[in-house]
């Protein structure tokens, strides 16, 4: 046998080694949390991630972090203190892709409730759960790394994933540990999120209807994270490097900490701002402004004390089939701006980011024109 051939056999054993693996994790139905439950106490090596090359350890800055918004005067009838909050968001969209919201109408009961929700969620027996588990397009599925069979390294966390619009779950679809709150979350975040899309079109200059008539607010989708503790948190991730596949994402995180975002080439710490909302632009708000606005990457880190909650809501209508097409607005185009990616549509875009996975490379630069 020669050497190459010798070479592609490794390879295939250890593919199908890795498949093996991976389909053996799956069909547990336990996610990450089954082997903290399990007490391991070396990671798998499906959870071992290579370091980033273009990015060292030491790069993190520490003496900057991303704006925070108040919104409590955003119904002021006064001009001035209207164009302020305009102003920030425009400045933040542009600058960071990030920001936080405090201030923003959403009880404080209603912010530790949904956190509640998604830690009794993935908390419960685990029988009942996996009712729950798969890898299916349903209002409601829980399931491990929705990229598992794709992904170079598997993430340290579990998640649960609900449709909320256009087509929400019925209540009888959803877990009975957080029916309730997540119907009225998701009532709270869909105000807030138009709202938002509001001041994001004035930000552009465009009439503060201008987002949502595109359809930018007509699907809503809430992803509850659960990450458990990690024995091995330096050699895995979280969540791997990468931005969201969406218009506008709005995430609330736990006290645990560990979001980070991606600024001039070096990892700035989210803080964790009590009663605060993180906003970020997503993949499709940056490409339909014709890169005015940044979807910027971003990651968590493992942790050691967990478990860390985080509630993710996603404004897209996803994989759900759709003719409407986005490309960059006419309103912004001009012949020193010309278009910078081509047509698709949302359901597009999310195959495309899903079958990727989360490889730590933008699916925008698939589109770019």
Request: proline share 6%.
């Amino acid at each position: 046998m020669s050497n190459s051939m010798a070479t592609t056999s490794i390879r295939n054993m250890s593919s199908n080694d890795r498949l093996h693996e991976l389909k053996a994790f799956d069909d547990t139905k336990a996610g990450v949390k089954g082997l903290v439950d399990a007490g391991v106490a070396k990671i798998p090596t499906l959870f071992h991630h290579p370091p980033d090359k273009s990015l060292k350890s030491s790069d993190l800055l520490g003496h900057i972090s991303i704006p925070v918004i108040d919104l409590s005067d955003i119904g002021n009838k006064d001009q001035s203190t209207h164009q302020e909050i305009v102003s920030k968001i425009r400045e933040a969209s542009e600058r960071w892709g990030f920001f936080q919201i405090v201030n923003h109408g959403i009880p404080v009961s209603v912010l530790e409730e949904i956190k509640d929700g998604v830690r009794r969620f993935h908390e419960q027996d685990t029988e009942v759960k996996k009712e729950f588990y798969t890898r299916q397009l349903k209002p409601f599925a829980y399931n491990s790394n929705f990229d598992l069979y794709s992904s170079p390294a598997l993430n340290w966390r579990d998640t649960f994933l609900c449709y909320l619009a256009p087509n929400a779950a019925k209540p009888e679809e959803l877990p009975e540990v957080c029916r309730v709150i997540l119907l009225e979350y998701g009532k709270h975040v869909m105000k807030l999120g138009i709202t938002l899309l509001e001041l994001l079109s004035e930000a552009l200059g465009l009439n503060p209807d201008h987002l949502k008539g595109m359809g930018c607010a007509d699907g809503l989708v809430t992803l509850g994270h659960y990450y458990p503790p990690c024995p091995e948190p330096e050699l895995t991730m979280g969540t791997t490097k990468h931005s969201d596949n969406d218009f506008l994402t709005v995430l609330l995180q736990d006290h645990i900490g560990g979001l980070q975002v991606l600024y001039q080439d070096k990892w700035v710490d989210i803080p964790t701002v009590p009663g605060a909302l993180v906003v970020n632009i997503g993949d499709l708000l940056q490409l339909i402004t014709n890169d005015r606005f940044r979807s910027v990457e971003h990651r968590v880190l493992a942790n050691s004390v967990g478990p860390r909650i985080s509630v993710a809501s996603f404004f897209s209508t996803d994989l759900l089939p759709s003719p409407k097409l986005y490309g960059p607005m006419k309103e912004l185009l001009s012949e020193d701006n010309p278009p910078k990616y081509r047509e698709t549509t949302v359901a597009e875009y999310g195959a495309y980011f899903k079958a990727k996975g989360l490889d730590g490379t933008s699916a925008l630069e698939h589109f770019r024109i």
